[in-house]
């Protein structure tokens, strides 16, 4: 029987730069094996009060959240973090100023791979644990 994949929600700003880092870490994560969901997916034309709402059904439902650089600066990815918080979902935060992302013209791809599953599989197990 074929082992059930870890759900990873993406949280971060759906703007500017937000977009690159989530296309970056969804393919990352999607390398490591790992089933994501994310805010891109709901539709933008949905109505913003429903959008909520599925998406806190998408992070109660995700084993662990990673949360990309720049999410304080977006008021949707604040409520999203709180509700990851209140929910007890796991996080991994990447950062800009940490040892676990300084962006890809700063380290290559496959070494913040190597730091996200590393710290997402430490936050996994501690979890199960």
């Excluded at 997916?41 to 059904?57: M, R, T, V, Y």
């Excluded at 791809?109 to 936050?123: C, F, G, R, S, T």
Aim: aromatic residues 8%.
């Amino acid at each position: 029987m074929e082992e059930k994949k870890k759900v990873v929600y993406i949280l971060g700003p759906l703007d500017g730069r937000g977009m690159e880092h989530y296309a970056l870490v969804d393919d990352m994560l999607a390398d490591l094996g790992y089933e994501t969901i994310s805010p891109v997916l709901i539709p933008e034309s949905l109505d913003k009060g429903k959008a909520h709402f599925i998406a806190a059904a998408m992070i109660n439902s995700a084993d662990a959240v990673v949360v990309l650089p720049d999410w304080e600066k977006s008021k949707d990815a604040v409520a999203e973090h709180h509700l990851a918080y209140c929910f007890g979902t796991p996080m991994v935060e990447m950062e800009y100023t940490s040892r676990s992302y300084q962006g890809p013209a700063v380290n290559p791809p496959d070494i913040i791979k190597a730091w996200l599953k590393h710290d997402l599989e430490q936050v996994l197990e501690e979890v199960s644990a």
